[in-house]
């Protein structure tokens, strides 16, 4: 629905939240403080008929617009989003745990506002395929129609963005349903947005994966966008089928990092650090198994230690943090029984490790754990929070067999001087995304996606235009 407000009017979080919140909806918790946020409406199946329904007509018109037109609304989104920023970071934090300041609330609202700046600025014109004396074909790229997005709770607002800037641009409306962890975040972003884009144009859908489901599975559902796990991903796929709707799917991934022997690991700490706990660890493209030669493994561990034993960690809105909680418990149960797991198994915790259960909030200590197997579950399993497992390796080829070794390939990244073997080994990862001398560093002109059970399409780019357009051949 149109928010019947402008966005100059809102000033603070609370005006935000009175915009949002449904008073007899489910209660929203801090994690870092269990203290209520708001509350959450939630929809039932006739309202994702409802939101379809007005879905399909609004689209109409929207698809007729020129690409420029569109744009331009793009930017004034972005503009109304940069006008608001603060009372959003804010927001964000409260409900998702991460702090204002480092790569966090803030860097998040504004990645919104530059990511759909981006998308509004692509050119996409028809390709010419053929053009001699047997004729011309060109591709073009036409509006798929209603974009479904399932999405998670780790970065709510940026990857709801990920998911319409492109769909918007292209012509399509899109339904959100963003995590039932994180919902009064996406609800408040979409509300500011809603002061400047037609109506209808972008819709919530809320509620949990049973709603989920019921907008993947819908009949006038085009196509579907989703991030988050694995595991919901082939639940995702299977309800898809019958309406063989296109699919989008970013899934999780265990993304390893590779530092070669001439690598300089006083060099490295800071970027090594932030690849691995950038979100307090809760990045589906973050470090999340580090290998070490075995000539530069206490290097790398104590310049690890020194650096991350300095990271400030505590309530989001303390503007001094830069590491938060976990947003919820059953993530922090997880990470508890992944380095549990570890110590059982005679790994050293080189730092953290050792969380207080009966402190308020969410709060896992930075953790960094060396002498660790290769097949000890905090390397095999994605942990998703802030803990980095660092395992020594002999031979270079047994650090890409087993980087190569799991199920998924999201991201993976190199590190050390000589750029044509960062290179090589970077040729021989399995991943969607290789970064040489630094992880998961994104942007909005490259396309990004996994490869194996890390999904498949792609988003970002140009690239990332056509997986939300149908391909039309005109030729003559
Ligand atoms: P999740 O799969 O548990 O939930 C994601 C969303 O799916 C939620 O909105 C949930 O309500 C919904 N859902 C659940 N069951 C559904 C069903 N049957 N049909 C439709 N929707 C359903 O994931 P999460 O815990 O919110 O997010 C963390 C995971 O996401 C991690 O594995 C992480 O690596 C991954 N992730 C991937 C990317 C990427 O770009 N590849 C980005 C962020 C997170």
Redesign the pocket.
């Known amino acids: 629905m149109a928010t019947d407000i402008t966005h100059e009017e809102l000033e603070t979080t609370a005006e935000l939240l009175a915009l949002i919140e449904d008073p007899a909806g489910r209660e929203v918790y801090d994690p870092a403080t269990n203290e209520l946020i708001g509350r959450t409406g939630e929809t039932d199946a006739a309202g994702v008929d409802d939101a379809v329904v007005r879905a399909r007509k609004a689209q109409q018109s929207w698809a007729l617009m020129t690409h420029e037109s569109r744009s331009d609304f793009l930017h004034k989104v972005a503009d109304a989003i940069e006008s608001v920023a603060e009372p959003l970071a804010e927001l964000l934090s409260r409900e998702q745990g991460k702090p204002l300041n480092g790569p966090n609330a803030r860097f998040e609202v504004d990645a919104c506002a530059s990511w759909l700046r981006a998308h509004a600025d692509f050119v996409i014109e028809p390709e010419v395929l053929v053009d001699d004396e047997s004729g011309r074909a060109e591709m073009h790229y036409v509006p798929v129609g209603v974009v479904g997005a ?6 709510p607002m940026m ?1 709801s963005v ?1 998911q319409m800037a492109p769909a918007l641009r292209m012509g399509n409306a899109v339904i959100l ?5 994180t919902p009064l975040s996406v609800q408040a972003l979409v509300a500011v947005m809603n002061s400047v884009l037609p109506v209808d144009i972008v819709q919530i859908v809320s ?11 819908h009949q006038g559902v085009d196509k579907v966008m ?8 082939k ?2 796929m299977r ?1 898809a089928a019958d309406n063989l709707s296109r699919l989008t ?5 265990n993304d390893a990092g590779i530092v070669l022997e001439d690598a300089e690991p006083e060099k490295m700490a800071e970027d090594l650090f932030w690849g691995a706990f950038i979100n307090t660890g ?4 973050a470090m999340k198994r580090l290998y070490v030669p075995a000539s530069l493994y206490e290097r790398v561990c104590d310049t690890l230690v020194e650096f991350a034993k300095n990271m400030p960690m505590g309530n989001g809105l303390d503007e001094s943090n830069v590491l938060g909680p976990l947003q919820n418990r ?2 922090y149960d997880i990470v508890e029984r992944l380095v549990e797991a570890a110590k059982n198994d005679g790994a050293t915790v080189l730092l953290g490790g050792d969380p207080d259960n009966a402190s308020v909030g969410n709060f896992y200590p930075t953790t960094l754990v060396a002498d660790i197997d290769n097949n000890n579950p905090l390397v095999s399993e ?1 942990q ?1 929070g802030p803990v980095l497992p660092i395992i020594k390796y002999d031979d270079i080829n047994q650090a890409i067999e087993w980087a190569n070794g799991l199920e998924v390939g ?1 991201g993976a990244s190199v590190w050390g001087e000589n750029s044509d073997e960062l290179k090589r080994v970077a040729s021989l990862l399995e991943a969607g995304s290789v970064w040489l001398n630094k992880h998961g560093a994104i942007d909005p002109r490259v396309p ?3 490869v194996k059970q ?2 498949f399409g792609l ?1 970002f780019g140009v690239d990332g235009l056509k997986q939300v357009a149908l391909p039309k051949v005109i030729s003559w």
């Not at 399932?150 to 970065?155: D, K």
């Open positions: 399932v999405g998670p709770w780790n970065w990857i990920w349903k963003p995590s039932e962890y509620g949990g994966g049973e709603i989920g489901q019921a907008l993947v599975g989703f991030t988050g796990s694995v595991e919901t991903g639940k995702i309800s799917l970013e899934l999780g991934g809760q990045t589906c493209a059953a993530q994605e998703f999201l990004f996606g996994g890390s999904g988003e």
